[in-house]
């Protein structure tokens, strides 16, 4: 609507709360996903002639300046991307904000350093995220909400920000929504779910949703162990959330009672500890039956019976969606359960949905051609948040 208003836009200064929180090692971004994905809604403004003000966060820095979560790489990294200068603010509301948004000219961007670096940001107290928000509104003339991974935060730039300017929600955030409407209102069936990562504990919520709304849910990655121990097997040294496991037994049997298929591992990779992931030296696994695991050692990753029964899970699919890697993919040993998965989802002929964090980075960083997917989320969190049905404070602001 801004921009189909002739000169909506021009000369305004436009504040783009995006989700530029890459991956870093050192200042080297290892993974541009976010940045590429809301580098269209910047570009877009820019040619209709705003002054565009980037904010975002990165990473969880504790409120003060701390130059390891500094956005310069990431505004560098924009700049290459829209093929034009992008000034860069050393601070978000004080002196260097506001001389680099004063020089801004109609078409010109420019990034403001972490928004996290400031404790109004993530503030409990509504006064102080206020206070906050008020100063990062002193800023600008309007609002484009495109921050789709951090729109389940109730911060300042998120939340409270919007309610003080004209406001608008970006082309990514109306992409990402407009894809997971399609998983909650009219989802094509069979509806498989492949769902990995480290915790249980992140996923109870999702996976007490979509035991209502998915007919096969495909367990990996180090929450596997929750379930396989609450089947009574033996997980050796494995990850494992031992207070999960009455939890993870009430899925199992509810998914039983519905109807749902809830798949395991039936092999895994092995080792004796957790892999040096900067070294990448080789760590010969073992593979090893699900149900004897030897005592002492931990599993990594899916072994290779798991590996094609997963394919075989997905291959009749309608819809996927897919989040979290099968094991410690970031190791070579132990990457082809990830692999594998994200290779089942393109080869079967499902609308696949890749939802963000590190199932994005992997797919990326395993070499995979990411058109080759349905749709690759920005959001981790925020699209777990969404599946589960909850309100997301980001979203609920644009809405008025
Ligand atoms: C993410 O990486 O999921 C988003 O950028 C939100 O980050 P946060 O979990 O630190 O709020």
Redesign the pocket.
Known sequence: ELLADGDGVRGKRVFVRA?L?VPLSGTTITDDGRIRAVQPTIARLAQAGARVIVAS?L??PKGAPEPAFSLAPAAARLGELLGQKVAFATDTVGESARSVVGALGDGDVAVLENLRFNPGETAKDDAERGAFADRLAALADVYVGDGF??V??KHASVYDLPARLPHAAGGLIATEVGVLKKLTEDVSRPYVVVLGGAKVSDKLGVIDHLLEKADRILIGGGMAFTFLKAKGYEVGSSLLQEDQIPVVQDYLRRADERGVEFVLPVDLKVAAEFPDLKAKAPTHPETVPADAMPAGKMGLDNGPETCALYAAKLADAATVFWNGPMGVFEHPDFAEGTRAVAQGLIDSSAFTVVG??DSAAAVRTLGFDESAFGHIST????SLEYLEGKTLPGLAALED
């Open positions: 989700d929180n966060h990473g969880r991974g951090a389940h935060r963000g964090g959001g981790g969190g925020a």
